[in-house]
């Protein structure tokens, strides 16, 4: 890092400022960042704890709106935190934050998922871990009085959801939970467990369990009261697609040009099935047959754990210096097999020191042994270099030019799940994907954001679907049959793909279309500085200014 760091300003004071508040207010946001300090606590998700979140971001924007802006850095950063902090409260005070209920991102998920970024090392982090779970019963209470205030308020989550949600709920209070099953194997470098701390680990377990079958209990006499609509409609749509993308958009025109885009990828996937089959060969055809050669498929967890390492590792050397600047401690990527089996693949960032490294998980459907290179090439690339870790990496790096907010707290979907889609089309253009496998493992993924565009708006708002897909109006079966059309996935992942779509609106379009709106930000610099032009360059200045909202980032780079 540099060693004549920028000096810090007032506003920089106000951001580092938000975060201590925020990491106070939400334990499970500190260990996200790597934050010490609550380590045994959970959130408080009940209508209080909600309103103690915003009054503290009202507190800072107040702050922020008096404050002597000293340079570049601070404009962006007063605007960045104006226009996300500003959209926490439009929903907050829209009532969209206490029923919040979805198979994926919701309060359900969140005291659970938290345990995988625990440390494991020693006796002292296993009884942190048995601390935290005698705190789920608490926080799960604290959940189930926001649902029953928006029940009052009539903004719950549809049916649909409720009825999905009851299922994970279940799971997790079951017998043989993850609860169960992460007490059982607590295994401490420095021992076997002594038998107290087994014994309070089976303790926290048992109460973690019973929290969840209350949860199960509450989530079943409240659905009655959700609405059966999947669609949210315009005015709930347009918040939400904002808060995803840190951007305004035509949705109209952002739905036509999802179709298009559709159309497109198709297009290019069916050149791409003659490379591999011969002439008349169908994408589905082609990827039969990338699916049945040996040549390309992994066996066993172990051996997939070692092929994301070397692949990664291959991509991070050959980049470093050359495509990208790479600082050295974001050369470390480590590779792992999740603890749970949801069929997810996803990235963890690195704390503040680097002393928790970036991280690509996979979370493997049970039963699942045998993997196809040519589909997860372009995976790689996107959670790991030049994806998500070489921008969330480089982010946190940045500690002399960044404050603490912009580097670890600020995360926008647009800017980061755009930026990897940016990333793999980017390494099919520097050759990376040149391999017809390889490129049409990238085309499917594209193709799957593309068509997610159009069904996502098209649902939620209600528009015409092409008489192609059924006619009339967007509803969920004519989704379904879309998405099937579209994805060349398994039944249950595409099934829990859809759920998640209609509960989380607006989230998966912001992949797709914050890839364009990253395509129109490079395409519009090089426009106006020509020959000048330096694509190295470009990414490093657009990276350094962390992931903000993408109007801000465009203000940033584009004045």
Same mark, same amino acid.
């Given at each position: 890092?540099?060693?004549?760091?920028?000096?810090?300003?007032? !506003?920089?004071?106000?951001?580092? /400022?938000?975060?201590?508040?925020?990491? *106070?207010?939400?334990?499970?946001?500190?260990?996200?960042?790597?934050?010490?300090?609550?380590?045994?606590?959970?959130?408080?998700?009940?209508?209080?704890?909600?309103?103690?979140?915003?009054?503290?971001?009202?507190?800072?924007?107040?702050?922020?709106?008096?404050?002597?802006?000293?340079?570049?850095?601070?404009?962006?950063?007063?605007?960045?935190?104006?226009?996300?902090?500003?959209?926490?409260?439009?929903?907050?005070?829209?009532?969209?934050?206490?029923?919040?209920?979805?198979?994926?991102?919701?309060?359900?998920?969140?005291?659970?998922?938290?345990?995988?970024?625990?440390?494991?090392?020693?006796?002292? +982090?296993?009884? @942190?871990?048995?601390?935290? #779970?005698? =705190?789920?019963?608490?926080?799960?209470?604290?959940?189930?009085?926001?649902?029953?205030?928006?029940?009052?308020?009539?903004?719950?989550?549809?049916?649909?959801?409720?009825?999905?949600?009851?299922?994970?709920?279940?799971?997790?209070?079951?017998?043989?939970? $993850?609860?169960?099953?992460?007490?059982?194997?607590?295994?401490?470098? +420095?021992?076997?467990?002594?038998?107290?701390?087994?014994?309070?680990?089976?303790?926290?377990?048992?109460?973690?369990?019973?929290?969840?079958?209350?949860?199960?209990?509450?989530?079943?006499?409240?659905?009655?009261? /959700?609405?059966?609509?999947?669609?949210?409609?315009?005015?709930?749509?347009?918040?939400?697609?904002?808060?995803?993308?840190?951007?305004?958009?035509?949705?109209?025109?952002?739905?036509?040009?999802?179709?298009?885009?559709? /159309?497109?990828?198709?297009?290019? @996937?069916?050149?791409?099935?003659?490379?591999?089959?011969?002439?008349?060969?169908?994408?589905?055809?082609?990827?039969?047959?990338?699916?049945?050669?040996?040549?390309?498929? &992994?066996?066993?967890?172990?051996?997939?754990?070692?092929? #994301?390492?070397?692949?990664?590792?291959?991509?991070?050397?050959?980049?470093?210096?050359? @495509?990208?600047? &790479?600082?050295?401690?974001?050369?470390?990527?480590?590779?792992? &097999? =999740?603890?749970?089996?949801?069929?997810?693949?996803?990235?963890?960032?690195?704390?503040?020191?680097?002393?928790?490294?970036?991280? #690509?998980?996979?979370?493997?459907?049970?039963? !699942?042994?045998?993997?196809?290179?040519?589909?997860?090439?372009?995976?790689?690339?996107?959670?790991?270099?030049?994806?998500?870790?070489?921008?969330?990496?480089?982010? !946190?790096?940045?500690?002399?030019?960044?404050?603490?907010?912009?580097?670890?707290?600020?995360?926008?979907?647009?800017? %980061?799940?755009?930026?990897?889609?940016?990333?793999?089309?980017?390494?099919?253009?520097?050759?990376?994907?040149?391999?017809? %496998?390889?490129? #049409?493992?990238?085309?499917?993924?594209?193709?799957?954001?593309?068509?997610?565009?159009?069904?996502?708006?098209?649902?939620?708002?209600?528009?015409?679907?092409?008489?192609?897909?059924?006619?009339?109006?967007?509803?969920?079966?004519?989704?379904?049959? $879309?998405?099937?059309?579209?994805?060349?996935?398994?039944?249950?992942?595409?099934?829990?793909?859809?759920?998640?779509?209609?509960?989380?609106?607006?989230?998966?379009?912001?992949?797709?279309?914050?890839?364009?709106?990253?395509? @129109?930000?490079?395409?519009?610099?090089?426009? *106006?500085?020509?020959?000048? $032009?330096?694509?190295?360059?470009?990414?490093?200045?657009?990276?350094?200014?962390?992931?903000?909202?993408?109007?801000?980032?465009?203000?940033?780079?584009?004045?």
């Amino acid at each position: 890092m540099s060693t004549n760091p920028r000096p810090a300003t007032a !506003v920089d004071a106000i951001a580092d /400022a938000f975060v201590d508040d925020l990491v *106070r207010l939400s334990p499970i946001s500190a260990t996200e960042l790597g934050l010490p300090g609550a380590e045994t606590e959970l959130d408080d998700f009940s209508p209080d704890g909600r309103a103690a979140v915003a009054d503290t971001v009202r507190g800072t924007l107040t702050k922020l709106a008096a404050a002597e802006v000293a340079d570049d850095v601070d404009r962006v950063t007063v605007a960045a935190m104006q226009e996300r902090l500003g959209l926490h409260l439009e929903l907050y005070e829209a009532g969209e934050q206490h029923g919040a209920l979805n198979v994926i991102h919701s309060p359900l998920q969140a005291p659970r998922e938290i345990f995988d970024l625990m440390p494991t090392a020693t006796a002292a +982090d296993w009884e @942190q871990i048995a601390e935290r #779970m005698h =705190a789920v019963p608490g926080a799960i209470e604290s959940y189930i009085a926001s649902l029953r205030h928006a029940a009052d308020a009539g903004h719950l989550s549809a049916q649909r959801q409720f009825e999905e949600c009851i299922k994970q709920a279940e799971e997790l209070a079951g017998t043989e939970s $993850f609860w169960s099953t992460l007490a059982e194997n607590a295994q401490p470098d +420095d021992g076997a467990p002594a038998a107290a701390l087994a014994a309070h680990l089976e303790e926290g377990a048992g109460q973690a369990k019973a929290a969840y079958g209350r949860l199960t209990e509450v989530l079943r006499e409240l659905a009655p009261r /959700a609405p059966q609509a999947d669609a949210v409609g315009r005015e709930r749509y347009s918040l939400w697609s904002r808060q995803f993308l840190g951007a305004t958009i035509d949705l109209d025109e952002t739905y036509e040009w999802g179709l298009e885009e559709l /159309a497109r990828i198709v297009a290019e @996937q069916e050149e791409v099935a003659e490379q591999i089959g011969g002439p008349g060969t169908t994408p589905e055809r082609a990827m039969e047959l990338l699916d049945a050669d040996p040549e390309r498929q &992994i066996h066993g967890t172990d051996a997939l754990k070692e092929w #994301m390492q070397k692949t990664s590792d291959a991509a991070v050397a050959e980049l470093a210096g050359t @495509q990208f600047d &790479i600082p050295e401690p974001v050369r470390r990527l480590e590779c792992m &097999i =999740a603890p749970t089996t949801s069929g997810g693949i996803y990235y963890t960032g690195p704390n503040n020191d680097f002393s928790r490294p970036g991280r #690509m998980w996979w979370a493997v459907p049970e039963g !699942v042994t045998e993997f196809g290179t040519w589909r997860e090439t372009t995976t790689v690339y996107h959670e790991g270099v030049p994806g998500h870790h070489l921008q969330i990496g480089q982010t !946190v790096y940045r500690a002399e030019l960044l404050n603490t907010w912009r580097r670890l707290s600020s995360w926008v979907s647009g800017h %980061g799940e755009g930026w990897a889609l940016y990333a793999e089309r980017l390494m099919a253009d520097l050759g990376y994907l040149d391999d017809p %496998g390889d490129r #049409m493992g990238m085309l499917d993924g594209q193709r799957l954001r593309a068509a997610r565009v159009a069904l996502d708006i098209g649902v939620h708002l209600g528009k015409d679907c092409p008489e192609q897909w059924g006619g009339g109006t967007w509803d969920a079966e004519k989704a379904w049959g $879309f998405l099937d059309a579209n994805a060349n996935m398994a039944e249950g992942f595409l099934r829990f793909e859809l759920n998640r779509y209609l509960g989380w609106p607006g989230q998966a379009p912001s992949y797709k279309v914050g890839q364009r709106l990253w395509e @129109q930000i490079r395409d519009e610099t090089q426009a *106006r500085e020509g020959a000048a $032009f330096d694509l190295k360059a470009f990414h490093r200045r657009a990276l350094d200014v962390g992931s903000v909202g993408l109007d801000v980032l465009r203000e940033a780079l584009l004045p």
